[in-house]
């Protein structure tokens, strides 16, 4: 298109005015403010006028208008939008980690629209505490003196790194092989450089001994951490120190020992059939100082960053100015004292979805699967054994033994796949050996109908 020819084009396009009167006929500018319409308007001219630049011709009026209708529909619309899970990944961070509990859900609810007893002791009609009833129940599920919450677990890493080194020695001792990125760019080292601690690695790699941290303590020591290598595995020639030889180490020495345990599991995952995922509860009897873990992996709660220990140590956390900032909300802390209360009652493998999908059986995730299949009836799907992961950073290469509904698209299966999350509620499958597969161990029982109907849908297209 020549200068001439854009020029045109944009001269042909409506003003805002134009597109405003059409808008109110639509429906949209009394749903929602003036305001908020007018700059919809002008960000979708602008858009458009971008697509001329660049050859496109200038959408009729109608069109414009019922453009800037369904981009109020996409962005107005209530979010995060509820989606179905059937990728098998438990533990999935790019759809919100850990769907919580009912009582979790019940809890949130009753907290968030009422006036609580959040920071007050009804008892005395005084101000009280946001962390004392958590605190408590954090000691009660994980046998440590004292607990503490804050926003999510790298939040709290960094409270706990700060707080150690505030106004004292600064050296953090890390073996080698746990100098490791977390995922969305966290990474130990530079979290420990932000907190102000001095980073001292020791060992290599692959093999780290307790002599390896003995000879890195002097009088600049501030902490030992261990972290726990979440992600990913380190197999052949390893060797990593145990933590009660750290915790003598540090007894002997005078330091405290921190342990980022990451998905800060409770449960023993082995009566499962996976690997031992370390438990908070063996991190606090080995005598840790302090045992860091998110809320929203294992513990399949809110997002939250656990701090389980002593006393001493969990209070000097709880009074450093860093605290305030990485303060839980309220809502938070109702779905957690509820996530928590279902591993006190031992209900947590029938309350909590994290663990009833980890603990479901392949008879059962079958029995679902054979349901789909025969009400999709048709040649396109069929049932294959498959695996599930339980993700966010857990129990890295294990899987559970699945069923899968797999479906041979008429098409491409990128285009089946799309074709699935297009509808009102998406569903997210995954892509295995040019076929499409759906795990229903990560699908509710409520939402069986939205991936048949989603299936037959985009069978049919
Ligand atoms: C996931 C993870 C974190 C970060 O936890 P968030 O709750 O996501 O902030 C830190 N350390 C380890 C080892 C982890 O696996």
């Not at 440590?144 to 080194?165: D, K, P, Q, R």
């Not at 953090?172 to 450089?193: A, K, N, Q, W």
């Not at 003995?214 to 380190?234: C, D, G, M, Q, Y």
């Not at 299949?373 to 599930?388: F, Y």
Request: charge should be negative; glycine fraction near 10%; charged fraction near 20%.
């Amino acid at each position: 298109m020549t200068n001439n020819d854009i020029n045109t084009q944009f001269r042909s396009l409506p003003s805002v005015e134009q597109l405003l009167q059409e808008l109110v006929l639509g429906g949209l500018a009394g749903e929602y403010s003036h305001a908020a319409v007018v700059s919809l308007a002008r960000q979708q001219l602008n858009d458009t006028r971008d697509s001329i630049r660049e050859g496109k011709n200038a959408p009729a009026l109608q069109q414009l208008a019922a453009d800037i209708m369904a981009r109020a529909e996409e962005e107005w619309s209530p979010w995060p939008r509820p989606l179905v899970n059937a990728t098998g990944v438990v533990i999935h961070t790019n759809l919100g980690r850990a769907p919580l509990s009912e009582p979790a859900m019940a809890a949130v609810n009753a907290a968030a629209g009422s006036y609580s007893d959040l920071e007050f002791d009804v008892r005395e009609g005084s101000r009280g505490s946001r962390q004392a009833h958590i605190g408590r129940l954090i000691a009660e599920v994980t046998g440590a003196e004292t607990g503490l919450v804050v926003n999510n677990n790298a939040s709290a890493i960094m409270l706990g790194l700060s707080a150690v080194t505030e106004g004292g020695p600064r050296e953090v001792i890390v073996s080698r092989g746990e100098g490791v990125e977390i995922g969305g760019g966290f990474r130990i080292p530079d979290v420990l450089m932000q907190s102000g601690a001095t980073l001292v690695e020791v060992g290599t790699t692959n093999r780290t001994y307790a002599r390896d941290y003995a000879s890195a303590i002097n009088e600049n020591t501030a902490a030992i951490l261990k972290v726990h290598p979440s992600n990913f595995r380190v197999i052949g020639f390893t060797h990593e120190a145990e933590l009660n030889e750290l915790v003598t180490l540090g007894r002997e020495r005078g330091v405290p020992v921190l342990n980022d345990l990451g998905s800060g599991c409770l449960l023993d995952t082995t009566q499962y059939g996976l690997a031992p995922e370390p438990t908070v509860q063996q991190s606090v009897n080995a005598g840790v100082e302090l045992s860091f873990f998110s809320g929203d992996k294992l513990i399949g709660g809110p997002q939250a960053g656990i701090i389980a220990g002593n006393a001493e140590w969990v209070d000097r956390l709880g009074r450093h100015p860093l605290a305030r900032a990485v303060r839980i909300d309220k809502m938070g802390l109702a779905a957690l004292s509820a996530t928590l209360t279902s591993f006190l009652k031992g209900e947590a493998h029938e309350e909590i979805p994290v663990w009833r999908m980890i603990s479901m059986s392949v008879d059962t995730i079958t029995e679902t699967a054979e349901g789909w299949l025969k009400e999709i009836d048709s040649p396109a799907v069929s049932l294959r054994e498959g695996q599930s992961t339980v993700g966010g950073g857990s129990l890295p290469g294990e899987t559970l033994t699945t069923t899968l509904l797999a479906v041979t698209p008429p098409d491409s299966p990128d285009a089946f796949a799309r074709r699935l999350r297009s509808g009102p509620t998406p569903v997210i499958a995954r892509i295995e050996d040019e076929v499409v597969v759906l795990d229903p161990r990560t699908v509710s029982d409520g939402q069986s109908a939205t991936v048949v109907e989603a299936v037959k849908l985009a069978l049919k297209a």
